[in-house]
């Protein structure tokens, strides 16, 4: 059996959840950070990035259709917020809060099997 990284076909926390960091993961005070282009003021010290920090959210760095296939524009430089946000069962436990913005999208929710992809190798050969 071969890994599969449901997240490819999902997107839903990139569109439910507002995505807020410290200004310093931003592209001012860190290279290669989160560009700041993409970004909002949120409050003090904190960006957020556009899009998500609405009545109806969507990151801006978000491309695709959410449940089929998407992926993330800036995901070598994503903030702690994104990189800290594990998927229900990617490390053998349930996410409530990955849970919630799939179920707002209608997609089902992830379970241990959804990592586990089978390959054609994988199959007993026939005899």
């Not at 005070?29 to 960006?47: E, K």
């Not at 990151?59 to 800036?74: H, K, P, Q, T």
């Not at 179920?103 to 992809?117: F, Q, S, T, V």
Request: neutral net charge; hydrophobic residues 35%.
């Amino acid at each position: 059996m071969g890994t599969y990284n449901p997240c490819i076909s999902c997107g839903a926390c990139c569109a439910y959840y507002r995505a807020s960091f410290y200004w310093t993961e931003s592209d001012l005070a860190t290279a290669n950070g989160v560009p700041h282009a993409l970004t909002d003021h949120l409050y003090t010290h904190y960006l957020v990035m556009k899009g998500t920090d609405s009545a109806t959210p969507r990151c801006i760095a978000l491309n695709g259709v959410i449940g089929s296939r998407v992926y993330c524009e800036i995901y070598a430089q994503r903030s702690s917020v994104c990189r800290n946000f594990p998927p229900s069962w990617e490390n053998g436990e349930v996410n409530e809060r990955c849970d919630k913005a799939r179920a707002k999208w209608g997609l089902p929710l992830l379970d241990r099997d959804a990592w586990i992809i089978p390959r054609p190798d994988d199959f007993p050969k026939a005899a």
